[in-house]
């Protein structure tokens, strides 16, 4: 290979060490083949908001400006706008959650919230509790600051609550920064944690003086079911994280920390220091939204759209996967956590998957550990339900053979059972 065509990066010994610990996001690096138009994604996480009444966010868009005039195009202060906190906070009331204002602050979406957070707790070395798998993009912005993450097994009432007591055991009170989880309808795997287990992490995280943080982004969008209190609706020590990306617009990146006041300050800081303040406009734009539209309507509107894609997905998962794979049967979300035999690779099966037109996410990413090899994260929020179907008959397909070969090769000995 000639010199002109190697790539070569003449300041890679100038990068900081964090930089080089950092994980890619297997979803933001699936986004430009997701985008071909022969393809079927199942790989991100995208809300479809094609049927969002934009006469509604045009009048609210406009509103924004000639309400507020121009502070709403002005720099605002780091915490946020006091009226759009005030109108989370009425909003968070739907999940049994009383909140102030003064205990929240808004940020560019849950994904800057992770970051603060971390940066606010995180020293090189410090463990923190994560569920295992968990949202790759959280361990992408806690690798950043180097921690060791521990990534609790979960079932189906949720995380492991005895295997994080035996993880909190070995390092003593304090010995664990935080404990992230996501309680509804988990990001990677659909599975809702129980209410047992919910009382149960908050006793512990208490016992063992560690914050426990709760991100819910997907809360209000419940099929299924019945729902389950949020943890911070039982103590006011938990960490709150929510979102309007999955609820109204996720271009507007607004998102919110609801936190006890001292740590609320150190968050503040830290956030001073990363953008001093967040979009006025897009945040006047939210108030609106919680204030003067039948926003409960809207979200009922998008039960509607995602409910029979979950359907469709489930269905054609039990039509066509093999009878050795398992899956998720989640009751609200975006995602099916898909486990198939031990001797295939998720990650090894995706280039054939692209090559019949479907993206996943692989499993293997969702872990800090190198777990995950055989599972895989599948997403039904945005394409129609015929094309879930076929894109499941064709991943299907893909699978099947993989399979087939691996049974020629126990046959032929060139491979151990």
Known sequence: MTTSHMIFDEWSDLYADRVHTMKRSAVRDLFAAASRS?????SGGMPDIRNLPLDIVADIASAAVTDQGVSALQYGSTIGRLDTREAICDYLVEDGIVAKPEQMILTSGSQQALDLIAKTFINPGDMI?????????????FSAYQPQVCAIDLDEEGIRVDLVEAELKKHGRGGCKF??????????????MSLARRRRLVELAREYGTILIEDNPYGQLRYTGEK?????SMDDHVIYLGTVSKIFAPGLRVGWILAPKPILDQINLVKQGTDLCGSALNQVIVEHYFTTTDWRSIIASLIE?????????????????PPEATWTHPEGGFFVWVTLPRYLDTDELLPLALDKGVT??????????GRGVSSMRIAFCYEQPEAIEEAIRRLAKVIEERMELYRAFIKAGLLEG
């Open 360 to 369: 996943y996410v692989p499993g293997k990413g969702c872990y800090p550990d």
């Open 179 to 192: 404990i992230y989880t996501i309680p509804n309808f988990h990001n990677p795997t659909g599975i809702t």
């Open 129 to 141: 509790i994560t569920e295992g798998p968990t949202y790759v993009s959280a361990l992408q912005a």
């Open 38 to 42: 022969d393809i079927i994604s199942l």
């Open 228 to 232: 389950v209190p949020a943890m911070r």
């Open 305 to 321: 759209v995602y409910k029979p894609r979950r359907e469709a997905m489930l269905a054609a998962l039990e039509e066509y996967f």
